[in-house]
Each structure stands twice: as C-alpha cells, then as structure tokens.
C-alpha cells in the first residue's frame, strides 16, 4: 500500500470514528433536551462525505449554550469521559476508551478575541436532523467560513495541524453560501499576507453579494481584524 493510500485509509477511520463519537454525544445530549453544535472537521465530515479520507482530524468540535453547559458536561461524564485542560473558551475531555478527545466550547475562541458570540452564531443557525442520530444546530455558511478564517488568522498558518486554509478552500470550490464561489484576499494586496495583527483586513473580491461581505465583516469578524 503507498503512503497515500495508507494515509487516506487512516483519515477515513479516524473520520468514521469521529463521526459516531458525535453521533453518541448528540444523541445523548437531545435525550437530555439540549442541541449541539459540531464544528470544523466533524461537522464538514457529515456534510459533504467527499472529504471523507481526505479530511483529517484529531478530536471532535462542540459548541454549546452557556445555560446547557452543565448539562453537557454531565453526558460527557456519563459517557465515560473526563476533564483534562480547559481555557476560557471551553474544556476538553478525553476517554480511555476513543483516540479521539472532545474539545467542548462555550465560546468559537478564548479571551473574546473574535466578535463571534455563541447566542448569534445559535440564533443565525439551522436545527437540522439529517447530519446526525440527533438534531444538531448547523452553524450558518457565513458564520463557518468566519470561523475557519479566524482560525487561520490566529495561527497565522504555523501551526502543521491547523486544516482551516484547507478547509476554506474546499469550501470556496463547492461554492458555499454564494451563487458563485467567494474569492477573498487581503486588502493589502498580498495573496500570502504576514501582517502582524491589526494591520490588515480581509475582504470578498466577489461583487455578487456585497451585503453578505459586507455583513461578514462587521458581525463576525475580529476586531483586530475587521476594519
């Protein structure tokens, strides 16, 4: 077997296994009458299986409600797993008995860096019963591609692990949230921009829906960043 094959063959279990971990946690959650919300690699995993074996990842993203946080974190416990480093953004826990470990966010990131915050990104979601053994709250197409590029921009791109660039591109070649696909660049002109932050934005070169560019910006972009 070549090494890509190999590869592609390790992504696509680790997926499968990310994707009923979700799947079990989700379920356990409505039976206790609260939605989640997956993020970045399991949630693009249950949308578009394409990425299947080619998407890899090495724990599975939640978002939840500050009111259901306690409750959340009783299924994580009756589900075998524990507390193990936590931030302000949220905890994560691992179990024995899954490779993969939970990353449970009560915020997209720590010490409210982004203007993102759980209620709207909830209230602009959809409940969606479809992706999952449970109703999920599917994160709107804006609000995922704000998140991804924060994630990015946090990074700057040094991090071996980080898929958020990734990510987006597969996202802009599927034409997600436009009826085009997206071209964004920063507004400095560079197509690989180093700017410390603070000293660049990022905007649609897309003239087919300057209000949602232009909504973008203002509500879920960082204020570091955001012009």
Do not use: Y
């Not at 299924?75 to 008995?97: H, K, P």
């Not at 993969?100 to 860096?113: Q, T, V």
């Not at 993102?116 to 999920?136: C, H, I, K, N, Q």
Request: charged share 25%.
């Amino acid at each position: 077997m070549s090494d890509v094959a190999h590869d592609r063959l390790r992504s696509a279990v680790v997926g499968e296994l990310a994707l009923r971990l979700a799947n079990q946690v989700i379920e356990a959650g409505a039976a206790r009458g609260i939605v989640l919300m997956p993020l970045k690699g399991v949630l693009l995993l249950a949308r578009w299986p394409a990425l299947r074996g080619r998407r890899t990842l090495v724990d599975v993203d939640l978002l939840v409600r500050a009111s259901d946080e306690a409750t959340a974190v009783r299924v994580l416990r009756e589900l075998g797993f524990d507390a193990t480093v936590g931030s302000s953004a949220g905890m994560a826990f691992a179990n024995e008995a899954w490779p993969l470990s939970i990353d449970l966010h009560r915020e997209l990131f720590p010490h409210g860096l982004f203007r993102a915050s759980t209620d709207g990104v909830f209230s602009r979601a959809e409940l969606d019963t479809s992706l999952f053994s449970g109703p999920v709250a599917r994160m709107s197409n804006e609000d995922l591609f704000a998140h991804l590029i924060g994630h990015f921009v946090k990074g700057r791109g040094r991090f071996a692990e980080d898929k958020s660039l990734d990510d987006l591109q597969w996202l802009l070649k599927q034409g997600v949230g436009s009826r085009t696909p997206l071209d964004w660049e920063p507004t400095c002109g560079r197509s690989a921009c180093n700017a410390p932050p603070g000293m660049c934005s990022v905007t649609s070169r897309s003239e087919t829906s300057p209000s949602q560019s232009r909504r973008f910006a203002r509500s879920s972009f960082p204020a570091r960043i955001a012009s």
